[in-house]
C-alpha cells in the first residue's frame, strides 16, 4: 500500500487550484483535497484498512451480483465526461472508431495494442450489474466485452507490477496549467477478476459515446468513478505516485478513497 499514500508534490500547483476551482461552494471537498490536511490522512488511514479488511473477508475473487434482464429498469445514466471534446478523441469519433487501438504497457514484456475487431474477437462476457456512483444512485444495466486478464496476459505482466492505472481520452477538467485528463486505477487482482472486461456493449446495443465508446472498462466490485470510460491505455506500474496528485486518480486526487469498493 505504500505505493498508495505516497506523495509528491507532482503537479500539485495546477491541479489543486483546478479542483477548488470546479467544487467552489462545496467546502468539505475543497478541504480535503488540501492534501496535507490532516482529517485527509486520517480518513486515507481508513481507506487502507477497509481496503485490507475487504480484501481479506469478502476475498479476492468473490463476484459482485448479477441481476435479471428484468430488473434493468433504466438506461444506463451518463454522467461525468459525456462528451469528450479533445482533439485525439474527435478524430476517432469522426471516422467511427476504426482507427481505436487499447495499449497495454508499462512493466510489461512486450507492448501491445488492439484494436476494436480485435478486442471483439475475443471471447465476450455480458453481465447484468448495478453501477453505484458516489453522488447517490444506481443504474443496473447488460455490459458485454472481453476479460481484461487475458488482454494483460498477451502483454505479459512483470512480477514486480502492482497497478493499472487506466488512461482516458477526456479533459474532465480545464485548467489555467491546462487540461486534466481522466484517470484512474486499480491493483492486479481487480484487474484479473473474472468480471473485469473491457466493454464495447451496453444493453444489447454498440456503447454509445455519453457511456465511454468505444471501450470502458467495468470494474464491478468499485464505484462509478473507478468505471473508466474512453479508455485508451493501461499501463502497469509498480508505484502510483508519478501520476497527477499521487492518489491514483482524478476524483482520487481530490480526496475520493483509492480502493472505491462497494
Ligand atoms: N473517462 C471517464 N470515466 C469516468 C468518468 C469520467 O468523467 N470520465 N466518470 C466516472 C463516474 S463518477 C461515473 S458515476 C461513471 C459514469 O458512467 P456512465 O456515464 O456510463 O453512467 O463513469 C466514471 N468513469
Ligand atoms: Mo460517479
Known sequence: MTGIITRRNFLRGSAVVGS?????????????????????????????????????WIGAQTLAREYSASEIRQGQRPNGSTNPTTPEYLALQAGNFSTYKLTVKGMVDREVSLTLDQLRNMPARSQITRHDCVEGWS??????????????????????ARFCVYHCYDNIQRTLAGDILYYTSSDLIDAYHPQTILSYGLNDQVLPVSNGAPIRLRIERALGYKQPKFLHTIELVDDLSQFGLGHGGYWEDTGYDWYGGI
Open 20 to 56: 477548488g476551482l470546479i467544487l467552489a461552494g462545496c467546502d468539505q471537498f475543497d478541504f480535503l483535497g488540501q492534501r496535507d490536511n490532516g482529517v485527509r490522512k486520517v480518513l486515507e488511514q481508513a481507506n487502507v484498512l477497509t481496503y485490507q479488511a475487504q480484501r481479506h
Open 139 to 160: 443504474c443496473i444495466a447488460k455490459w458485454t466485452g472481453t476479460q481484461l486478464g487475458p488482454v494483460l496476459d498477451m502483454a505479459g505482466v512483470k512480477p514486480g
